[in-house]
């Protein structure tokens, strides 16, 4: 990659770690060579490149007031209105260390706990760079979750992410002095697949929880057990159960669940091969995986993938006979569109209109509706997005429906809120701000709903007034209206609740309990807050699940009482089965006209919405609730009862949290690459506090063709609702036959713009330029220096994602607009310079283009900078010749992508360059080989066109020098490219572009066709 190239992407790489940080949500814990110098520059150059974006994700609302306790082993960094539940996690962690410390055999001095309850989705990550640190998420998982089925929901989440810390622990061998030479990037075990690291994670996870982990779950066993009996198990060969990115079917549960089945396997062979193999790896060459299971079982990964798979296969048929017996378990008639998977059906008030929620290959929740028809129902008509929705309810007028959804509040939080979706005018309208509402079911007048409501480590059941309209919500929930939300019960410590439901004026609901039990209770609608005394129901039953009600059935709910879910009713008396299903079942809705049962069934390739008719529920076997076949466990139950130590942590005090301690750099990152006459060699390092505050890059870097020294320092300082960026650098340039020296410094400010979504961003800097140019093309002497300063604004928009399969963005628009003036006072030199670009997608979703094939996509593209009143045109943008797409509010706008001419072939004060692509899918490999890290997903190609034209200067090959230009001579680019999406090194996303590039001015490009041969990660 060209010099000029790298530095503006570390730039921008930089810039995008910032800007991601302010937007942060949920982050998930995320060619072979055998030359060890090479390996140790790839590996920790591209493992510090994830892990730096990863750590930059910390960033945590700058309003919140920050505490620290200290353990032994562990930091703890809390809000500090959350000391008591940072008390809790303190014990937890000394457990957990007292517990996994022997059976992983290295650990850190101090592991960093960041206690983050800004998201309400649960979850945690863990990493060991640039220090051990576990980020957690206390909010409650909701129930239907693969981390649902939990007990002592904040244990057995640290055990998890634990793990992941002692693991990555280790260096030996080799990789020793390499830690003590390049700090904490060498991390040898951080390069292990993600089967490797969460399989095992979530088998420490199971064995040292007294009730709860995965592997104990009936409902997160329940997709191995549906992928066994349909047949498609087995296409999970080992190196597809790494990957996280596949939109089919188990999708990003790959490595938890077939990795965690694996490392069961490994374990009943010989349990303590997990600090052996933790110490082989960290001292081994990295993905050399085969030789050190064969040296301790005798088999290779995929052999013993192979037999789980088999001992999967034989317990489910034999689940499958003992559920369904002589005769074939009756699972109904499946109708709508497949779905990776379906909840929450509910039927509408008169009973002709079924919604659903449903995920679409990029989409988290889909809301969708269905009508009834003489003998069906209708396919099911795309309403809205309800990202993060659990559940539908049905308001009583049958016009609009109630739910729930993971929404951006505040700026910096992301919490679950209550949304009403109207029918008539086909349109969103949100009920909440801040409230932290899931899981709702409206009353019978419409006016009020009940739902579950987060608080940090917990919930309580509340009832909540619906506003209006959006403005009135947005107004009584910023005043905290009286009476807007009512406590109705809130259970001690983090025992859960869930699925609240209206029946027979009572409202019930489920708590579970930390050993894992649910229970099923009530509280009366019309009795004073003094009278709410909760009754329990059903003790018999200690697994409950989604809650509905039925007039003629009465309370439906789902139970794995028998080992596997299934739907149940219960009419005040008695209770009986509805489905028998030998994989799962998992909320149901009735429809009383027709005496069905509407249900969502999990089968191999995700779960899908059936019918099941009186004359199907007759025709089951008659099933007494005493005589329910009961399954063995899917997986051995190895693990015997476990209790966890109980550590004297003496009396803790909090103190005030400073982020001075963690701003010393721990490690330094070499790169180098190979330059047409020369090599380009540098030294990478960050710092920054857990929380995200105060974050630095610097680097010290050269190319060996001029032999001076480049610099480049940033620092980011987040402790306001407006981020503040200090960027400086001094460093050398290529150009056509020139060196240019630029030496800058830039202060900037960066916002979200008031009264408009977070798609709007602005800042505000001012930045001192000096540029010096070399004409001897040693770098000794100057022929020209310009020293410029002065303010700059810019204000962007971005709404464009990219997810599941598709190749490129479909939809949604990126703009940029950058105005700088540079003030002869500060710097010598007066002129104005405005920047300007914008980038739009098309695909078969824009109105019009309904003809495009599914997943091609036109990209569209403009830039422009306008200098008039700039005097030196080496002070302007000049080109580049491969992409670096970026919208950095931090950009200075200085390179112009045209493809198929060499870099700094155009130089100008005024530029103006379009471009378009049509990008088109070729093939989906998803595939790997073995366990070697590398991953083929999909095949793509793009065809595009450049045009450029500048008032400034062009190179000319043939005379060896620039020549000028007058905007409106056209320089025009063609070329076709073939790009490979993929994963290397087991974690890292990367597209690999091979491609034919064209000038068509031979004049700027000598060379006529470019091949190109290109990644970015």
């Keep these: 990659m060209p010099k000029t190239n790298l530095r503006q992407s570390l730039r921008q790489i930089f810039a995008r770690l910032l800007r991601h940080g302010q937007n942060s949500g949920p982050v998930t814990c995320r060619t072979h060579k055998t030359h060890l110098s090479f390996l140790m520059t790839t590996a920790v150059f591209v493992s510090g490149l994830l892990l730096t974006a990863v750590t930059s994700a910390f960033a945590a609302p700058p309003s919140i007031e920050w505490r620290r306790l200290e353990t032994e082993h562990f930091e703890i960094l809390f809000d500090a209105r959350h000391e008591q539940l940072a008390r809790i996690y303190a014990q937890h962690a000394e457990a957990a260390w007292m517990t996994l410390a022997p059976a992983l055999r290295a650990w850190p001095d101090k592991t960093v706990i960041l206690l983050d309850d800004s998201v309400d989705a649960a979850n945690g990550a863990a990493s060991g760079f640039p220090y051990p640190t576990i980020r957690l998420w206390p909010a409650a998982p909701v129930p239907g979750e693969s981390i649902a089925d939990i007990g002592h929901w904040s244990h057995d989440l640290f055990i998890h992410e634990y793990t992941h810390v002692l693991n990555f622990e280790p260096a030996h061998g080799l990789w020793h002095p390499l830690r003590n030479i390049f700090g904490n990037i060498v991390r040898p075990n951080i390069l292990l697949p993600r089967w490797y690291l969460e399989g095992l994670a979530v088998e420490m996870e199971t064995r040292y929880s007294s009730h709860g982990g995965r592997l104990r779950s009936p409902d997160f066993l329940a997709t191995a057990r549906a992928m066994a009996l349909d047949g498609t198990l087995r296409r999970e060969e080992i190196s597809r159960v790494n990957e996280v990115s596949l939109p089919d079917h188990p999708g990003g549960a790959r490595p938890y669940l077939l990795g965690g089945l694996l490392w069961n396997k490994l374990s009943r062979e010989r349990l303590k091969v997990v600090g052996d193999l933790n110490d082989h790896f960290a001292e081994s060459l990295p993905f050399l995986l085969d030789p050190a299971l064969e040296k301790q079982i005798g088999k290779s990964w995929a052999q013993l993938l192979e037999e789980t798979y088999s001992e999967i296969e034989a317990r489910a048929r034999q689940d499958q006979l003992r559920v369904c017996g002589a005769q074939a378990c009756v699972e109904g008639q499946a109708f709508g569109e497949p779905g990776f998977w379906t909840r929450s059906p509910t039927l509408s008030p008169s009973g002709d209109q079924l919604a659903f929620l449903t995920r679409e290959h990029n989409r988290d929740a889909v809301l969708r509706l269905s009508t009834r028809t003489a003998d069906a129902w209708s396919t099911a008509e795309r309403k809205t997005d309800a990202r993060g929705a659990t559940r539908l309810s049905w308001l009583p007028d049958g016009r609009s429906i109630l739910h729930d959804g993971l929404e951006t509040f505040a700026r910096f939080s992301e919490r679950t809120e209550l949304w009403r979706y109207d029918l008539d005018s086909k349109k969103r309208v949100r009920l909440s701000f801040g409230g932290r509402l899931r899981e709702p079911t409206a009353s019978p007048d419409g006016r009020h709903a009940f739902a579950i409501q987060l608080r940090a480590g917990g919930t309580r059941l509340v009832r909540v007034r619906l506003p209006a309209d959006e403005a009135a919500a947005e107004r009584e929930f910023a005043e905290n209206s009286p009476g807007l939300i009512e406590v109705w019960h809130e259970p001690a410590g983090e025992e859960r609740l869930s699925w609240p439901v209206i029946w027979r004026d009572r409202v019930y609901f489920i708590e579970r309990k930390l050993d894992a039990r649910d229970e099923l209770w009530s509280l009366p609608l019309n009795a004073s807050p003094a009278e709410r005394t909760p009754t329990r129901h059903l003790p018999q039953f200690t697994s409950f699940g989604f809650l509905q009600t039925s007039s003629r059935l009465g309370l439906m709910f789902t139970s794995a009482q028998s080992g596997i879910s299934n739907i149940y009713a219960w009419n005040g008396e008695q209770v009986r089965p509805l489905t028998n299903t030998s994989t799962r079942a998992w909320a149901a809705t009735h429809d009383v006209t027709r005496d069905e049962l509407i249900y969502s069934r999990l089968d191999g390739e995700g779960s899908r919405l059936r019918r099941l008719t009186r004359a199907d529920r007759e025709a089951m076997p008659a099933l007494k609730l005493s005589e329910l076949p009961r399954t063995a466990p899917l997986v051995e139950p190895l693990w015997p009862v476990h209790q966890p130590p109980e550590p004297d942590l003496g009396d803790l005090q909090s103190e005030e949290f400073t982020a001075a301690r963690y701003m010393w750099p721990r490690y330094w990152m070499p790169y180098a690459t190979l330059l047409p006459g020369g090599a380009f060699v540098s030294a990478t390092t960050s710092v920054g506090d857990p929380i995200g505050r105060h974050t630095g890059v610097g680097q010290l870097s050269t190319d060996t063709r001029i032999g001076k020294p480049n610099v480049f320092l940033s620092y980011s300082n987040f402790t306001t609702p407006i981020r503040f960026t200090l960027m400086g650098d001094d460093a050398w340039d290529v150009l056509s036959g020139l060196d240019r020296r630029s030496t800058s410094a830039d202060l900037t400010a960066q916002f979200f713009i008031p009264g408009l979504s977070n798609s709007w961003s602005a800042a505000l800097s001012v930045s001192r330029l000096r540029t010096e ?122 390179t112009f992508v045209m493809r198929g001419y060499p870099s700094g072939s155009f130089i100008g004060k005024k530029i103006l360059r379009t471009s378009a692509e049509y990008r088109l899918p070729i093939s989906r490999p998803e595939r790997g080989f073995g366990t070697w890290p590398l991953f083929m997903q999909r095949w793509h190609a793009a065809v595009f066109g450049d045009l450029l034209t500048l008032e400034g200067a062009v190179y000319d090959w043939e005379a060896k020098g620039y020549r000028l230009r007058e905007v409106g001579h056209m320089y025009g680019a063609v070329g076709l490219e073939a790009r490979l999406d993929a994963t290397v090194l087991y974690h890292v996303p990367i597209q690999f572009t091979f491609g034919l590039h064209y000038g068509l001015d031979k004049v700027a490009n000598p060379n006529a066709v470019y091949p190109v041969i290109s990644f970015t990660l």
Excluded: C
């Design 773 to 894: 140019l070399s004409t001897s093309g040693s770098g000794s002497s100057a022929s020209d220096v310009r020293l410029r300063a002065g303010p700059r604004v810019a204000i962007a928009y971005q709404d464009v994602s990219q997810r599941g399969h598709e190749i490129s963005p479909e939809s949604g628009r990126m703009a940029r607009l950058a105005y700088q003036r540079f003030l002869p006072d500060l710097g010598g030199i007066s002129y104005e310079k405005t920047d300007f670009s914008i980038a739009e997608f098309l695909s078969a979703r824009t109105p019009g283009l309904s003809w495009l094939p599914s997943r091609h996509a036109l990209a569209l593209n403009a830039q422009a900078s306008w200098a008039p009143q700039l005097d030196r045109l080496f002070l302007g943008p000049s080109s580049i010749s491969l992409p670096i797409e970026s919208q950095s509010l931090s950009s200075l706008g200085s």
